[in-house]
């Protein structure tokens, strides 16, 4: 199993951008789907963006469709959201998960690993 640490979140004004990263640990890193969700005050945790393993497939949430962008690299076991045109209604804990299953990760269904979340704060 992998764990996983998420980095760069922060406060950003509307329309900024920002660029998380998640450092997986275990050498079957690049076996795993990877995926980001979210989770704003009072809400429930929403799915945002998954990308295969082999980094082929990827799916997002129509919320962020077009402006938010998943990738990985597998060489230095680490996925990307890069975050444009962000508004205040992206402000939440956003956290990196794996599953060697993909559709596991985008139904976010019995996931294998979570990250213990970063924040992001989009100021109007």
């Known amino acids: 199993q992998v764990q996983l640490v998420e980095s760069g979140g922060g406060l950003v004004q509307a329309g900024g951008s920002l660029r998380l990263s998640c450092a997986a640990s275990g050498r079957t890193f690049s076996s795993y789907a990877m995926g980001w969700f979210r989770q704003a005050p009072g809400k429930e945790r929403e799915f945002v963006a998954a990308?295969?393993?082999?980094?082929?497939?990827?799916h997002y949430a129509d919320s962020v469709k077009g402006r938010f962008t998943i990738s990985r690299d597998n060489a230095k076991r680490t996925v990307y959201l890069q975050m444009n045109s962000l508004n205040p209604e992206d402000t939440a804990v956003y956290y990196c998960a794996g599953d060697h299953a993909y559709r596991d990760v985008v139904f976010g269904n019995d996931v294998e690993a979570w990250g213990q979340g970063t924040l992001v704060t989009v100021s109007s």
């Open positions: 990308i295969s393993w082999t980094g082929d497939n990827t």
